[in-house]
């Protein structure tokens, strides 16, 4: 029988490591962006994915060879559109920080990926008019307001602090081109929960094959996540090539680095991108596990995943000093924020509750 509040567990298990995995990334040096995302991404997006599911998985091969072909295309077309919004989430970071990037960029992720296959299902309308839907789309509702909370925190901090403050905090901070790509990539990046939902066939035939209930997804994550991986690989090659980064893999010069020659660390380069790489794998591995236990309504799983990972972003945000120099103001804002969105994953855990027990 489904447990919505280990769920709920899982989901903030998912949403720590979501939160976690561009922190290995800082310490990389003598690497280019496109090197150090693509050697990581390929812990993330193959590496990661395919093991876990080949041991977790009754005949991995058997299930996904007997998947519809609509079903695998789905699924990799998903992929590969979120690649389009995952590629750029690290320019988020990049330009806004850990917790307004994050924010910013989950806040429309948030929306479209959770309201979305619902919708297309033709689910909504039962929700509404049931005692349990209601408290899983209240509990949504919470989650934007918590969301738009720590944003404007972000905000308002951001109109505190001077360019020489902002530097030092966040070395390429760029409110303006910092939002513009975090809209971009929040919306695309919607796409992994449709890519998620189209793999229900899989899921099934998964079940089939006997593997067990937890587990049920991780097949649908090698075929979403093959999508993301072109996706990501084809923009990473275009920069390696242009920038001539190729080199500094071996501790060479690129065209946008300094020449380290042996002083670059590589081992400790390639030890940080694969940590990272399997931290962002295994929020995901943590989502499967949480999906699964969230009983008829699934798709609140997307919700609980976001307001997870913004919730330990913006604790990240503290520990990398990113609040320094805000007011009280902003960070009662800040508190305000992840105490909603606290509450707000156990409202949607308790409705879902309620759905199992109905």
Not at 252 to 271: D, F, I, Q, V, Y
Request: charged share 10%; hydrophobic share 50%; aromatic share 14%.
């Amino acid at each position: 029988m489904a447990n919505p509040l280990l769920g709920v567990l899982f989901h903030w298990l998912g949403g720590l490591s979501s939160a976690s995995f561009y922190a290995p990334y800082r310490g990389v040096r003598g690497w280019s962006w496109e090197i150090f995302w693509l050697f990581g991404g390929v812990f993330s997006w193959l590496i990661g994915p395919w093991f876990f599911a080949s041991i977790q998985t009754r005949d991995l091969l058997g299930v996904l060879s007997a998947a519809p072909p609509n079903t695998l295309f789905l699924c990799y077309l998903f992929g590969a559109l979120w690649g389009l919004g995952g590629l750029t989430f690290g320019l988020t970071m990049r330009y806004l920080g850990m917790s307004l990037g994050m924010a910013v960029a989950l806040g429309f992720t948030t929306a479209f990926g959770t309201l979305i296959p619902p919708i297309v299902h033709d689910q909504i309308a039962a929700l509404a008019q049931s005692p349990h839907g209601q408290v899983i789309l209240g509990g949504i509702a919470v989650t934007l307001i918590g969301i738009a909370i720590v944003a404007l925190a972000g905000r308002s901090k951001e109109s505190e602090m001077s360019e020489e403050e902002k530097k030092k905090a966040i070395h390429e901070f760029d409110f303006r081109k910092g939002m513009l790509i975090a809209v971009f990539s929040g919306v695309m990046s919607a796409c992994f929960a449709f890519g998620l939902d189209a793999g229900e066939p899989i899921r099934q035939l998964s079940l089939q094959a006997g593997t067990g209930t937890l587990w049920q997804g991780l097949p649908v994550l090698c075929v979403v996540l093959a999508g993301g991986f072109t996706t990501n690989f084809v923009w990473c090659a275009y920069l390696i090539a242009k920038n001539r980064s190729l080199p500094e893999l071996v501790g060479g010069k690129g065209k946008t680095t300094p020449e380290l020659g042996a002083s670059t660390p590589l081992l400790r380069n390639a030890g940080l991108c694969a940590l990272g790489g399997l931290a962002w794998y295994f929020q995901f591995f943590f989502y499967t596990m949480g999906e699964s236990q969230m009983g008829p309504y699934g798709f609140s799983s997307w919700t609980l995943h976001m307001a997870s990972i913004i919730i330990f972003s913006t604790l990240w945000g503290f520990a990398l000093k990113e609040w320094t120099g805000a007011s009280g103001k902003t960070l009662g804002l800040v508190v305000l924020g992840i105490a909603t969105l606290v509450a707000s994953t156990l409202v949607i855990g308790y409705g879902n509750y309620l759905g199992v027990q109905h």
